[in-house]
């Protein structure tokens, strides 16, 4: 599927009203961008991992790889000791207070898979 270009046009003005939901919404209609038989690599390079710029922790219980502190310093090495909440975790906070959507709209966003 190619990108509605009429409808990303109207993104600047529905994103101040709307959040970035709009922009969710195409994006995720438009499908992944056509990248003409490019291949990414799945993931950082062998020798990142091996200089220590990456760190393993645990979220819900599954191993997660995050971006390690940096600079490495002996006497203060530093690490991550908690990777942050849940995702999700203040959607109904943030969407529902500060943004006033309501239950029945924080539904039809969890349905579509936006949040």
Known sequence: MRLDFERLSRLPSATRTNGNFI???LMRAAGP???QGRRCAPGPPPHFYARGLFQ???VD???L?????TPHL???PGATT???PAVGAHNQEILGGLLGLSDTELAALQDEGVI
């Open 23 to 25: 922009f969710q919404r």
């Open 74 to 76: 002996s006497a203060t």
């Open 65 to 69: 790889r995050i971006p390690a502190l």
């Open 33 to 35: 961008p056509d990248l």
């Open 56 to 58: 393993q922790v645990e």
């Open 61 to 63: 219980g599954q191993p």
């Open 82 to 84: 908690w990777p942050g």
